[in-house]
């Protein structure tokens, strides 16, 4: 079975910096699209950013110029480089993996990230 293990969350100051990564193992196949969504209590879950197999990214607007999405294909993990941190930016992230040709793709544990007022 597809596994994704999340890593880097904890609490920041306001300005502070994290860096989250997901490495994803098992028969998973060709990689297509990695991305990071974030879910605060009671708000529904939220693009953060992607990253293509070819590289292409993009950001929610209130994360550009902050944030950072990157991945290593071949070790089929994607991290997320958060600078310049706001308390709006707690939440729960979730990294997600979508394999060639599967619509929904496979989901990490989430990691708490939690920005001090």
């Known amino acids: 079975q597809v596994q994704l293990v999340e890593s880097g969350g904890g609490l920041v100051q306001p300005g502070g910096s994290l860096r989250l990564s997901c490495a994803a193992s098992?028969?998973?196949?060709?990689?297509?699209?990695m991305g990071w969504h974030r879910q605060a209590p009671g708000k529904q879950r939220e693009l953060v950013a992607g990253?293509?197999?070819?590289?292409?990214?993009s950001y929610a607007d209130s994360v550009k110029g902050r944030f950072t999405i990157s991945r290593d294909n071949a070790k089929n993990t994607v991290y997320l480089q958060m600078n310049s941190l706001k308390p709006e930016d707690t939440a729960v992230y979730y990294c997600?993996?979508?394999?060639?040709?599967?619509?929904?793709?496979?989901w990490g544990q989430g990691t708490q990230v939690t920005v001090s007022s």
């Open positions: 997600n993996v979508i394999p060639v040709g599967i619509r929904n793709g496979y």
């Open positions: 990253i293509t197999s070819g590289g292409s990214t």
């Open positions: 098992g028969s998973i196949g060709s990689i297509n699209v």
